[in-house]
């Protein structure tokens, strides 16, 4: 094969290519960077793997329990991660959640520090966080007189 000649450009040129020095060889994907390559050979289906297996994971996580009053999101282990009740007048918070649920908890001068719920300990990086409306208490259960149209969550964060 002879090289077309072109009066416009330097670029020896083959069969409309663009001549590539014979020590590159024919690899098309040498202009790749290293890090592409990997990634085109070698982790594409793990990743894939990884996702479906999260995926599949992730609608594990968060199962409702919607029988009667109380409504509870356990993760993908059946751990108790949350919990919502609706509140009563005049009742404290703390009152309530004995009602729906076994606590354990230790009375300071402040009032009562929830450790569980149903058997699940917070402690360590998670504890148990009463939220009223959606919104994180800033008292304790015991001193929070609820409202019939209050939304109670206890979450474990």
């Not at 450790?115 to 009223?132: D, E, F, H």
Request: aromatic share 12%.
């Amino acid at each position: 094969m002879k090289p077309l000649k072109s009066g416009r450009s330097r670029a020896r040129i083959f069969d409309t290519k663009l001549y590539h020095p014979p020590c590159l060889g024919d690899r098309e994907d040498f202009f790749m960077s290293r890090v592409a390559q990997v990634f085109k050979t070698k982790l594409v289906l793990p990743i894939i793997a990884v996702l479906i297996i999260a995926g599949g994971v992730g609608v594990g996580i968060y199962v409702h329990d919607h029988s009667g009053d109380v409504q509870t999101v356990t993760n993908a282990q059946h751990q108790l991660t949350q919990i919502s009740y609706n509140g009563k007048s005049g009742v404290n918070a703390y009152v309530l959640l004995k009602k729906y649920a076994t606590v354990q908890a230790k009375h300071y001068s402040f009032g009562y520090f929830v450790s569980s719920i149903n058997g699940v300990t917070g402690n360590g990086p998670k504890y148990w966080t009463l939220y009223i409306n959606g919104k994180e208490s800033n008292v304790g259960a015991s001193s929070y007189i609820t409202k019939n149209s209050d939304k109670l969550t206890w979450k474990l964060q």
